[in-house]
């Protein structure tokens, strides 16, 4: 993969970033995903941010070997650490990384956030926190979308600060626009876990001792997923 050819998935998030945005790419690797969208015209301005030093380092190189070093910021900080007031972020794009991790740099970081960011989200599994958190705090979701690439299934979650938003225990669970469009990817991913599931359950239920919270939620969602499916 290379600024040129993105990964699929890498491709799904860039198209989901808002033309003209000034991004800020949260935990960037090799910053690849703002220096192809700064090639390709879509974005104004960007920050990469990254924690760990070789990655930032990567990220520098990449932006540098690009000619990009007057529009592309790359800093070593911590989550949304890397964003400064001066950046006028309008999008932050956050990839690669837990769900729970992902809620957690957000919330940790909402001291940095003005308020009006597009987030483009793309969690490797734990979204129904993410989208908890995405409702607690009064962003609703935009745009969803699913892929699988490499026998995983990848999700992409879009928000926007719209104020107070509701969201029920299965919309959250499968997201409220996947849930509805069930597109073919979507039905692919939620029968493979469904059969994961019936498996597990299974072997509960044959085991000696199993906790009872751990039992009724395998049975709901089960029960959910056979439901979404019908």
Sequence with gaps: MNPQTL???LECVASQVPAGARLADIGSDHAYLPVALMHRGLITAAVAGELALTPFQAARRTVRDNGLEHCITVRQANGLAAIEADDAITAISLCGMGGETIRDILDSG???LNGRECLVLQPNGGEPPLRQWLMDNGYRIT???VLREHRFDYEIIVAEPTGSVAYSAEELYFGPLL???RSPAFVLK???RLRQK???LGTLKNAQ???E???QTLQREVQWISKVLA
Aim: charged content about 20%.
């Design 7 to 9: 990964s699929q998935r």
């Design 179 to 181: 849930m509805h469009a």
């Design 198 to 200: 019936h498996k597990v």
């Design 213 to 215: 919270v751990q039992l």
């Design 110 to 112: 909402k001291p940095r």
């Design 209 to 211: 001792v199993v906790p």
């Design 190 to 192: 939620w029968q493979t």
């Design 143 to 145: 745009a969803e979308a």
